[in-house]
């Protein structure tokens, strides 16, 4: 078992930055695949970014790509999403995963959650 919580979202404009932060306890963390998923109002789950255990690789979402930069600490139990050059359609509830398999981008993959993060990006 292990608990996710998220920290760090807001209300930022457009071309803003933000760090969106998730903390880890219960399991060992370093033993997770670490991943972050976002939801807009009226749409799916989709997968942002993904890290290995280690933090050795990572993999984003085309939309993100050169814009979000994921990373771990795995002495500090926490997994971050940096965002730059945010845009109004990046506006979601973010949420961190924890899972098996690096690379997978369907939430349904993963075994634990966050409760979310709200990030609001206004034009």
């Known amino acids: 078992q292990v608990q996710l919580v998220e920290s760090g979202g807001g209300l930022v404009q457009a071309g803003g930055s933000l760090r969106l932060s998730c903390a880890a306890s219960g399991r060992t963390f370093s033993t997770f695949v670490m991943a972050w998923f976002r939801q807009a109002p009226g749409k799916e789950r989709e997968f942002v970014a993904t890290i290995t255990r280690s933090g050795s690789s990572t993999g984003y979402a085309d939309s993100v790509k050169g814009r979000f930069t994921i990373s771990r600490d795995n002495a500090k139990n926490t997994v971050y999403l940096q965002m730059n050059s945010l845009k109004p359609e990046d506006t979601a509830v973010y949420y961190c995963?924890?899972?098996?398999?690096?690379?997978?981008?369907?939430?349904?993959?993963?075994?634990?959650w966050g409760q979310g993060t709200q990030v609001t990006v206004s034009s």
């Open positions: 995963a924890a899972g098996q398999t690096f690379g997978i981008v369907t939430s349904t993959r993963y075994d634990y």
